[in-house]
């Protein structure tokens, strides 16, 4: 890459920081300061606002770049990211959308407190929903500091680490000053920037081949150097059993997960009704899927205009597919259409990691505050406020997060973003699923749920492949690999099942029926809800 390519792209991202830091203090100066007003923005978004937030908060780097390359490399089997990410929001919309925002207040918590005995069950779920926010923070770290490598040309260890450092220290800023009013903006900002940059490179694919997608396919398919095969499933799922089982653990993973993920939750307390937040779900599965259309586009014709071995030269994973596709586009390297394309591709890029990193940071303080700190401290006298303690939480969160991003900046970020999800999916999910709907849950059953699918998600990920035993670990010079898949969720969403259900039926807690009924009516009509 140029000087001209480094020196725009910089300018334009720094651009994006300054507007973003703009919104956060102007937003803080017009605070009112309460709880309501720090965690859900005072509930004041409208469904089309909320659902352009969502689409900004679920929208992360892997899929700006991941799937776009993973199509460029392997075809079909590259669809099938997509495929699971967008599957994921029916699960949200049908089972958990409008119920949430009508039992809870501020997070996954509220729900299952409803009608649980109170302390054991906020501790299990804001834990559990710290985890999986931090271990998706870190993979959003990971992400920042191999943009430099990839898309500034910055390659130095130190140079990535300063990256992680700036991130972490921008999205403790955003949360602490401006809190979800000022980091729902910057997520829609992010997404529209997105949106419109994604559009644009697919209308220019699309005019390269004269609007036929058959001949998009044919010239990706003979450039790819497998033919028909590069169109039809099996080029990268299509090896050993393991290879197909860790495929399937994946697609649980991503499919039930992001209905467990904290800050996805958390935007469903934005709006003013359970019609509303339903609303905003529409408008995100609408431009998320509208979103991963495009992705095809992109990821087809970087495999037939930039061609797989080039992409691979740069880098292996295919991360850098856009930007690539982007410089062809506009022109090449030395034109200047090139470099302002590759400019806003890599602006672009850093503006999504720092807009979801800001929900996932807002989601984490959020648990640490109301779940954990409210009710460890609860008759020990006064506490403190709970926004305060949001705002330290948020730097303390921060420091971890630039910490573990630091340690693992070698690792492969869809290991980090799948493990995310599989925790999602087998800690937060099941516990949430039957709060709602089964009317013999104990408080047993909801604590047993959580660290039923919580603990054994974090073994069996220690024992993977992803921390030692192979080139790509964390630790590649020790083995300690026992369980052979690199996702955990096949074993570890039942178990998690399993755990509430077994919870449940040896507990002697009489489990209520006046507070079940009251939930259920709450969940369904919405009276009472707040």
Partial sequence: MTDRHQTLAFGLFIAFVVVTLVITTWVGRHRRGSAEEFYVGGRLFSPMENGFAIAGDYLSAASFLGVAGLIALFGYDGLLYGVGFLVAWLVVLFLVAELVRNCGRFTLADVIAARMSERPVRIAAGTSSVTVSVLYLVAQMVG???LVALLLGRTGAAAQAW?????????????????????????????????????????LVLVRFH???????VAAAERS???????????????????RLDFISLGLALVLGTAGLPHILARFYTVPTARAARRSTVWA????GGFYLMTIVLGFGAAAIVGPAELRSSNAAGNTAVPLLALDLGGGPD????????????????????????GITLASSASVAHDLYATLR????EPRSEVAVARVAAVGIGVVAIALGLLARDLNVAFLVGLAFAVAASANLPVLLYSLFWRGFTTRGAVWAVYGGLVPALVLVA??????????????????QYFPLQNPGIVSIPLGFLAGWLGTVTSDEVPDEAKYAETEVRSLTGAGAV
């Fill in 285 to 288: 599965i609408g431009l998320i």
């Fill in 211 to 217: 609007g036929d997608f058959d001949r998009l396919l």
């Fill in 144 to 146: 920042a500091g191999s």
């Fill in 463 to 480: 024992l993977s492949p992803v921390l030692s035993g192979s080139p790509g670990s964390l630790f590649p010079d020790v083995d300690f």
């Fill in 225 to 243: 150097g497998h033919g028909r095969a590069f169109l039809a499933p099996g080029l990268k799922y299509g090896g050993d059993w393991t290879a």
């Fill in 163 to 203: 990256t992680v450092v700036g991130v972490g220290a921008l999205m403790v800023i955003y949360v602490s000053l401006g809190g979800m009013r000022a980091t729902t903006w910057i997520q829609i900002v992010k997404a529209v920037l997105m949106l419109g940059g994604t559009v644009a490179l697919t209308v």
């Fill in 335 to 358: 034109s200047t259409g090139g470099t302002v394309l590759f400019a806003v591709v890599a602006a672009v890029a850093f503006a999504t990691i720092l807009a979801v990193v800001a």
């Fill in 378 to 381: 609860r008759g020990r006298g």
